[in-house]
């Protein structure tokens, strides 16, 4: 007979990479938000799903059951394969611990293949997840990566992650870049999905002595930063970078890729055009359109984001005006530079790959 398992203990075979979860909602359930690394098998189709609901709110719960059963059975041979090719320990979960996992654990169990089962099923762990980011208690200091648009920040805390430092990109997480050409090539997440994926990456850095992140806005894009993490940002400590305006165009070009985006990015500039001088927006439009993206991202530096940039630097107040700037004119010098201002922070912290970042997620 399979077991219920709790969220505490699933986090535990999680931090031990000693479990597959398994999400049997449906396909559409699944995209929409699940447990980091879970993969799905679905126990109704999305198509299947609205049926039975539509049965169960029209007829009747028996008449719903019976339906789903039929459903079930055509297919069971194969959905049961599926589980016996998973080797090791296996938990499944759907929406609150009900039916579909249920009746999964139930069935494989019959068929000699022992699942737990989450109890409380998604809902259970989203509420685990909403109340630890609450109520967390993060210790490590904070280092701040901020620079003007296109300085390289995402790209150069990357390839600080890749070196072995603490890095948590809240971009990536987001799934959006957070300015209004953000999305452009992304799929951006919602705030489920992003709270999920956050909660994984504070709790694996728990345990450091700081963290690196790049300088965001409450919002980005869909989503938005939980409290404590706006607040250890405010009083982190502020590396600021500095780089050439064609270096910042380059960097842009490669990220954003507009020659396959032209569609989107002329859409999203729409949404700002009437923030920008006529004779400027105008230009920047007819660059857009005729794919002079260079010239476009340009005007976009020098007449709507740099004096953005330089509006909203003012609220971090004195001490960041007086932050003396990193300058680079690649971004392996930046890189490089970043490294060695880290080392003067925090001199007496072993970093780089020699970092060991906790991958507990209990």
């Known amino acids: 007979m399979f077991q219920d398992i709790s969220i505490e203990r699933l ?205 965001e806005s409450k919002r980005i894009g869909k989503v938005i930063l939980p409290e404590f993490l706006i607040r250890k940002k405010e009083q982190g400590s502020h590396i600021m970078l500095e780089a050439p305006k064609a270096l910042r165009v380059t960097n842009i070009l490669k990220d954003y890729q507009p020659e396959e985006h032209a569609e989107q990015s002329l859409h999203a500039f729409h949404q700002i055009k009437s923030r920008i001088h006529t004779p400027v927006a105008q230009e920047i439009e007819e660059s857009l359109q005729t794919q002079q993206f260079g010239r476009a991202v340009e005007l976009l530096l020098v007449y709507y984001y740099d004096p953005r940039y330089a509006h909203t630097s003012i609220n971090y107040g004195d001490e960041f005006a007086k932050t003396h700037p990193i300058q680079f004119e690649t971004l392996d010098e930046a890189v490089e530079r970043v490294e060695m201002r880290i080392k003067e922070l925090v001199p007496e912290v072993s970093i780089g790959s020699e970092s060991k970042a906790q991958t507990s997620i209990g």
């Open 11 to 215: 986090n535990e075979l999680r931090s031990k990479n000693d479990v597959t979860v398994i999400d049997v909602r449906s396909p559409s359930e699944y995209r929409d938000s699940t447990i980091p690394g879970s993969i799905n098998i679905p126990f109704f189709t999305d198509e299947e799903r609205a049926e039975i609901g539509t049965l169960y709110k029209q007829v009747n719960m028996q008449t719903a059951k019976e339906r789903g059963l039929e459903i079930m059975s055509a297919k069971l041979p194969a959905f049961v394969k599926r589980f016996a090719e998973i080797p090791g320990n296996k938990v499944v979960f759907c929406w609150r611990g009900g039916m579909r996992s249920r009746t999964t654990a139930t069935v494989l169990s019959l068929m000699g293949i022992h699942v737990y089962r989450l109890d409380g099923g998604y809902r259970a762990f989203r509420k685990w997840t909403v109340e630890t980011l609450e109520n967390m208690e993060f210790t490590p200091q904070v280092y701040v990566l901020h620079g003007n648009t296109g300085t390289g920040k995402t790209e150069i805390l990357k390839r600080l992650k890749e070196k072995g430092y603490p890095v948590i990109d809240l971009e990536g997480l987001a799934g959006h870049r957070g300015s209004i050409f953000g999305e452009i090539g992304l799929k951006s997440n919602n705030q489920k999905t992003f709270d999920s994926l956050l909660l994984e990456e504070i709790l694996r850095y728990r345990e450091e002595p700081y963290i690196l992140i790049e300088a």
